[in-house]
C-alpha cells in the first residue's frame, strides 16, 4: 500500500524559478490538502481539495497554486520561488464530510530557495 | 480563533518510565483532539483521536490520550516509554461543527527517550 506519494523528495530552486509539487493517493479519498512544516511553527495549511473539482485557499495561500488533476491527484505549484518558501511540504488526504477522519501525509518535499 | 498549545518543546524519558506529553487547547464548542507522530523524514503519523464519549482514548502503540473538558487538554501517554518512541508528536483540534480543513496543529513535541 503506497498510501500518499510525493515527489520530488528533495528540490533547490533559485529565487524566481519555479517548480510543481506532486502528490498522488491511492486510498480512494475525496480530500487532499497541501501543508508546510516549519521549525517552531507547527504545520500550516497552504491549500486544500475537498473533493474532485475543487480548490480552496488555507492558512498561508500566497505564492502558491493548486491543481486537483483527479480524485487521485492534486499538485502544488510555485510560480516564482522566493527564500521564504523554504520549507518542508506534506501533502495530505482524508475522507471529506468526516471532520473525524485522520489525515493520511505523504513523506515531504524538502524545498529550499536560495 | 482556534489554537493549540504544546508547552514542552523537548521531552526527555528513561526507557520504561512513564511518559505524558502535554497538549491543551482553545476552540469554539466542543472539539475533535488528534495525536500524530512523526519520525524523521517522514510525514506525520495518526496516533490516536478524541470524538465523545469516554475521556480516555487508546491508541496505537500502547499509546492513550486523556481529554479533559475543564482543563481544556488532551495529554498523550505511554505507561512504559521505549527507545522508538523517540520522534516528534503534534496535537491538533478541530470545531466539531468545522470540516477537516479547520483543523490547527501546535508546533511538537520532541520525546527523547534513552536507555
Known amino acids: 500500500n503506497a498510501g500518499v506519494t510525493q515527489t520530488p523528495k528533495f528540490q533547490v530552486l533559485k529565487t524566481g524559478q519555479s517548480m510543481t509539487l506532486q502528490c498522488a493517493q491511492d486510498m480512494n479519498h475525496n480530500s487532499m490538502y497541501w501543508y508546510r512544516q516549519d521549525p517552531g511553527m507547527g504545520l500550516r495549511l497552504i491549500y486544500y481539495?475537498?473533493?474532485?473539482?475543487t480548490t480552496d485557499k488555507g492558512e498561508v495561500p500566497n505564492g502558491y497554486n493548486v491543481s486537483r488533476l483527479n480524485k487521485r491527484e492534486f499538485s502544488l505549484r510555485l510560480e516564482s520561488a522566493a527564500p521564504s518558501q523554504t520549507s518542508v511540504y506534506f501533502c495530505?488526504?482524508?475522507?471529506w464530510g468526516q471532520g473525524y477522519s485522520p489525515l493520511h501525509f505523504g513523506n515531504g518535499t524538502r524545498l529550499t530557495v536560495t | 480563533a482556534q489554537s493549540v498549545a504544546q508547552p514542552e518543546d523537548q521531552v526527555n524519558v528513561a526507557e520504561g518510565n512513564p511518559l505524558t506529553v502535554k497538549c491543551t487547547y482553545s476552540v469554539s464548542g466542543n472539539p475533535y483532539l488528534f495525536w500524530y507522530v512523526q519520525y524523521p523524514n517522514r510525514g506525520l503519523q495518526f496516533l490516536l483521536k478524541?470524538?465523545?464519549?469516554?475521556?480516555l482514548v487508546k491508541g496505537s502503540y500502547g499509546f492513550e490520550a486523556e481529554f479533559n473538558k475543564s482543563q481544556t487538554s488532551f495529554h498523550l501517554k505511554k505507561p512504559s516509554a521505549l527507545v522508538s518512541d523517540s520522534a516528534l508528536y503534534f496535537c491538533a483540534v478541530r470545531p466539531f461543527t468545522g470540516t477537516a480543513s479547520k483543523l490547527t496543529f501546535g508546533t511538537g513535541t520532541r520525546l527523547q527517550v534513552t536507555l
Open positions: 481539495s475537498a473533493s474532485e473539482g
Open positions: 478524541y470524538i465523545t464519549g469516554d475521556n
Open positions: 495530505a488526504s482524508s475522507e
